[in-house]
């Protein structure tokens, strides 16, 4: 989980246009492969490749890659693979151009993993999924997860990225303390008698994670909001492995990389499942997608073995900052070599900071459209994102983006403002 601090990116703006001014190649060619040993079923993968969208500067495509790994049953691992992306793209304003589509994404990832759990809450089903969702436009990666399934990046350079956030209760004091502030309650298992086993857990519900889609048996405060990370690659390109914690459990990211080194993404996939079933067999489904991203006028080549490095835990921050005086001027063209440069990272899981944005798009978004779930809403219907909050002080009473009064309630429920109900406890997990 990162923390909340200043991050001196170059803006993306800028990116794109040194991109065109120097005649790069917009986009890589991508090469992918999965592989899975299945113990209780509950993974599911989605790929979708060369997605078409208008945008209002023509017709381009992105390509999309999602992993699932449910838990309590299958249920919300199908339901999200099969309904995520189309509430992620309905949540972006048509007839953008790529900088604002790229812009706008961060924030419509969040929406559609809140609306995606709402809908399915609904259905009164008890199971939930962890979810790993990337989206590559270009060399644009941007990445969103709730769970403890990970995405990495080696860079054609050599270096290692995380992608993603961990949200496991035993590995993130800042999720324990935001469910314990919300009224939920962390701890072990008790056996009786004082004895204390197994991870930390949230109860009621016995979930371990702090972030998930589903469990509608755990509480509200388990939240649906992912985290973001956005990346622009250098043109070199780079490898993604993104894999459940089947994988991770096993396999730290320096091996996974190091163990598939120069295979094709097929075999490199196959290989990390080996490698991490290996030692002690299958305990738990165990999926690995592998996402080459090639310089299209060149051939594949084996990937050059990482830098030494030290990584001190899975969220440590890896990107190249650029100095202060040069984060003043964005105007002002850059001359750094061509290398992975972030673009957005944001983890609260506080939806009035999520769904408000740096980027200057307020004027994109329809005004009295429910910015969740996308259902207009008259304008003495809709609540402000920043009802409750300081900044209200300083905002005019329309000034939004809107709620509409169910994803309201959701977010009061998911924020501690509000008794989320009596909830039936299960074991998840």
Partial sequence: MSTAREHHTVPLSVLLKRELAHEKVEKPELVYGQANQSKKGEDFTLVKTECQRILGDGVTTYSVFGLFDGHNGCAAAIYTKENLLNNVIAAIPQDLNREEWLAALPRALVAGFVKTDKEFQVRGQPSGTTVTFVIIEGWVVTVASVGDSRCILESAEGDLYYLSADHRLDCNEEERNRITASGGEVGRLNTGGGAEIGPLRCWPGGLCLSRSIGDLDVGEYIVPVPYVKQVKLSTGGGRLIIASDGVWDAVSAETSLECCRGMAPDAAASQIVKEAVHPKGIRDDTTCIVVDMLPMEKPAIPHPAPRKQQVKGVLRSM???????????????????????????????????????????????????????????????????????????????????????????????????????????????
């Fill in 319 to 429: 990107f190249r900052k650029k100095s202060s005086e040069s984060s003043s001027h964005p105007d002002k063209e850059y001359v750094e070599p061509d290398v992975v440069e972030e673009m957005f990272e944001e983890g609260s899981a506080m939806l009035s900071e999520r769904l408000d944005t740096k980027y200057p798009l307020c004027n994109m978004f329809k005004l009295f459209m429910c910015a969740v779930c996308q259902v207009e809403i008259r304008p003495d219907e809709g609540v402000s994102i920043h009802a409750g909050s300081a900044n209200m002080r300083r905002l005019r009473p329309w000034d939004g983006p809107f709620l509409c009064v169910s994803c309201q309630e959701k977010r009061e429920a998911m924020e501690g403002k509000r008794q989320s109900g009596d909830r039936h406890s299960s074991e998840s997990d």
